[in-house]
């Protein structure tokens, strides 16, 4: 057990529909990374707060968004879903400010199917 | 373009061998290498890092090996076991002053398969 914890784990919607996905970060991690990962492919990055203030941003869609909470519990929204985003959300979180000499802990993750 | 590449999407081998995953890299900022596990339906877990200043670091039966001239780096499990097969994600990052500050880059996995 990482000590992150996703929900929901299974997600199935409609196109055109809009989900959120909830991530709690291991006690005491300030940091929260969302990374997407389609079916064959690596961990795509989306975005990465760092106790409650947005510091990083990846090839993430304009009608996706996350927000990090002052209990430092994060949130990723997606809206207007397409087929294509159909995917494995991960979040990870650690305990710094920066990626650079700290490993991430990774949620089970929390699989969209968008049909 | 794709930053970190694991160029073997998946990798077969016999029980007590060796297992060689490689990666490579493009971005001359890195300066941290991590290896994840994956098992399916779990996320990924944190296997072993090394540092862009040294060139080896080894963890029981996991050795990465790095070459930065090459910017190349490979992960050596002796001996393998069947627990042992997943998917292996290579990951980068870089520190402060690159794009890359604040994430890990990673490859798209090398699933290893250790036959009894």
């Known amino acids: 057990d990482s000590g992150v914890t996703q929900t929901p784990k299974h997600l199935i919607t409609a196109t055109g529909q809009r989900v959120t996905l909830r991530c709690s970060p291991r006690s005491g991690d300030l940091s929260v990374y969302w990374y997407q990962q389609s079916l064959d492919q690596g961990l795509q990055f989306l975005i990465h707060y760092y106790n409650g203030e947005e510091r990083a941003k990846g090839n993430i869609l304009e009608r996706f968004s996350a927000q990090q909470f002052p209990d430092l519990h994060s949130e990723l929204n997606l809206s207007s879903l397409e087929l294509g985003d159909s995917a494995l959300y991960f979040c990870?979180?650690?305990?710094?400010?920066?990626?650079?000499?700290?490993?991430?802990?990774f949620g089970s993750g929390t699989q969209l199917s968008v049909l | 373009d794709q930053q970190v590449k694991q160029n073997s999407p998946s990798l077969s081998v016999q029980e007590g061998r060796i297992s060689i995953l490689n990666c490579d890299y493009t971005n001359s900022m890195f300066d941290y290498f991590l290896w994840y596990k994956k098992y399916p339906a779990e996320g990924p877990t944190f296997l072993i890092s090394?540092?862009?200043?040294?060139d080896k670091n080894e963890d029981g039966r996991f050795t990465v090996f790095l070459n930065k001239s090459a910017k190349h780096l490979s992960l050596h499990i002796v001996p393998s076991q069947p627990g042992d097969s997943a998917v292996y994600f290579c990951?980068?990052?870089?520190?402060?002053?690159?794009?890359?500050?604040?994430?890990?880059?990673f490859g798209d996995g090398t699933t290893l398969t250790v036959k009894p």
């Open positions: 090394i540092s862009s200043i040294k």
């Open positions: 990870a979180s650690s305990t710094g400010q920066i990626a650079t000499n700290e490993k991430l802990f």
């Open positions: 990951a980068a990052s870089a520190g402060w002053g690159d794009t890359n500050a604040g994430k890990s880059t």
